[in-house]
């Protein structure tokens, strides 16, 4: 099939890995990817975002930002039409954007079908984090966006739930939660190989990859690393605002020296730490969300600490292939933690189990891509398909 995939994407961050997976497995599976996006995204580095918008954002009232996210739409549906004329696509694949409607225009306008991927519930999201100055408006883009398109494709049925919530009929909506790459997963380093590279060899590794934030509630791990746990180090990779508080917790605890915060590194990078992980931590998630760092840590057999979560019970199951914990409480994370650490046996139980969910669930790119073509084949034919296929 030929798709016109289209998002406004700046970053080259999580929401980048997942446009890039899921293209990729369709090219392999031999379809036709038609990108229209922002051109500037491409040739950032991994981990770093567009400073133009950020400038924008900084230097700017907020009603006039929104103002020109909106405009960016008429300039994108331009793009879209131009393209789509030139290269006749069978089907509409969009990444879900506030302020974006560019994708159901085209759709309506020359009658192919449109897939709208949703991974966040934007209006609500930025309503609560950074505030809507034109909150009408808002509201009107998200809910005739999701009306609008041929399938919804959420990423939870938390998520799904709260699309229908809004008047979208629960027939329309598939939920396509994220998945891994198992052939960049395929032949990770052994754990001991892993920590003898980071210099780790004689440590228990609790982990954690991604954007460090003060939700997180990382720096309480530090405290299980106090008194005569001396074998134990905390390895985080990534960045975020709140790896100074968690260095400067460790230093006043006096275990500097077994907390590890690497950084950004490159996403082929990815599985020689996580594999070094005897513990991953998935300390907390919004209600909604599908964290990529889940099925990097389920791939690699992790043993894995998060949540009990309705979004998060989608995917894992306590004491079969995670520890969960009670949501927002830091004692219960600590608990579940220190569990884990004093149980080898349940460490072992649960990796097992994290590793056979990759399978048993299908939760790989690959199968992802399968199940967007069988809805796109089935719009193109108007007929049906099972949600669940």
């Known amino acids: 099939m030929k798709i016109l995939y289209h998002h406004r994407i700046a970053s080259k961050d999580g929401q980048y890995v997942h446009i890039e997976e ?15 996006s922002p051109a500037t995204v491409e040739h950032h580095p991994f981990g770093s975002g567009s400073s133009t918008v950020a400038r924008m954002k900084q230097h700017i ?37 506030l302020f974006l409607p560019a994708g159901v225009w085209l759709s309506r306008l020359l009658n192919i079908p449109l897939l709208l991927e949703v991974n966040a519930p934007l209006f609500a999201e930025r309503t609560k984090f950074n505030g809507i100055a034109l909150p009408r408006l808002a509201k009107w883009s998200e809910d005739y966006t999701w009306r609008h398109a041929d399938r919804v494709l959420p990423v939870t049925q938390v998520l799904a739930d709260e699309i229908v919530a809004r008047g979208v009929d629960k027939s329309r909506i598939t939920v396509i ?21 980071l210099g780790l060899e004689n440590s228990l590794v609790l982990g954690f990859t991604g954007f460090v934030r003060e939700w997180h509630g990382l720096d309480r791990v530090v405290d299980l690393l106090i008194d005569n746990h001396t074998n134990r180090h905390l390895l985080i990779v990534g960045d975020g605002p709140a790896k100074e508080a968690i260095m400067e917790r460790a230093q006043r605890c006096g275990v500097a020296n077994r907390v590890t915060i690497t950084g950004i590194i490159q996403r082929d990078q ?34 894995i600490v998060a949540p009990d979560k309705a979004n998060i019970r989608e995917i894992l199951t306590h004491e079969h292939n995670a520890l969960l914990f009670e949501a927002g409480s830091h004692t219960a994370f600590q608990a579940a933690v220190e569990q884990l650490c004093l149980d080898t046996e349940l ?43």
């Not at 939660?177 to 590279?197: D, E, L, M, W």
């Open 347 to 389: 460490r072992r139980k649960i990796s097992t189990g994290a590793q056979e969910s990759i399978t048993a669930m299908r939760l790989t790119w690959d199968n992802n891509a399968e199940r967007v073509i069988k809805l796109a084949e089935a719009l193109t034919l108007n007929t049906t398909v099972d949600n669940n296929s």
């Open 177 to 197: 939660p994220n998945g891994i790459n198992v052939h960049k997963f395929k032949y990770p380093p052994q754990t001991s190989h892993a920590k003898r590279c």
């Open 270 to 303: 990815i599985p020689s730490y996580v594999a070094a992980f005897d513990i991953a931590l998935q300390p907390d998630v919004v209600d909604y969300a599908s964290p990529l760092k889940l099925f990097e840590y389920l791939a690699l057999g992790r043993a």
């Open 22 to 36: 899921l293209t990729n497995a369709l090219k392999q599976q031999g379809h036709e990817i038609i990108m229209v």
């Open 61 to 97: 009232p907020s009603a006039v930002y929104e103002l020109l996210e909106f405009g960016y739409s008429f300039f994108a549906f331009v793009k879209l039409i131009i393209t789509a004329i030139k290269y006749k696509p069978n089907i509409i694949y969009e990444r879900y954007n």
